[in-house]
Nanobody, 115 residues
Framework: QVQLVESGGGLVQAGGSLRLSCVVS????????MGWYRQAPGKQRELVAR???????NYADSVKGRFTISRDNAKNTVYLQMNSLKPEDTAVYYC?????????WGQGTQVTVSS
């Protein structure tokens, strides 16, 4: 059974930092790309950052230069370092592992940035 478990969310003031983690169990982790998505109230879920199995990264324009995605294959974990947080970053953040058969999602972790 594949499980993705996010952690690291919380309440932070604007300009602050958080690091999200997503631990994957029940699957080979290293061969898959991983992504972080977010969904704010009343909005569609959007891609924040993506990292390939080889470590190539892509970011949404809104987070470029502020967020960094990374992975530790030995720990089956993908991270999202979020710096210079803004109130508009407030959302539930989800990690995703797309496989050939199914897209696996975590349960989400709330990030709230106060102004």
């Amino acid at each position: 059974q594949v499980q993705l478990v996010e952690s690291g969310g919380g309440l932070v003031q604007a300009g602050g930092s958080l690091r999200l983690s997503c631990v994957v169990s029940g699957s080979i982790f290293s061969i898959y790309a991983m992504g972080w998505y977010r969904q704010a109230p009343g909005k569609q879920r959007e891609l924040v950052a993506r990292i390939s199995s080889g470590g190539n990264t892509n970011y949404a324009d809104s987070v470029k230069g502020r967020f960094t995605i990374s992975r530790d294959n030995a720990k089956n974990t993908v991270y999202l370092q979020m710096n210079s947080l803004k109130p508009e970053d407030t959302a539930v953040y989800y990690c995703k592992m797309p496989t050939t058969r199914y897209n696996y999602w975590g349960q989400g972790t709330q990030v709230t940035v106060s102004s």
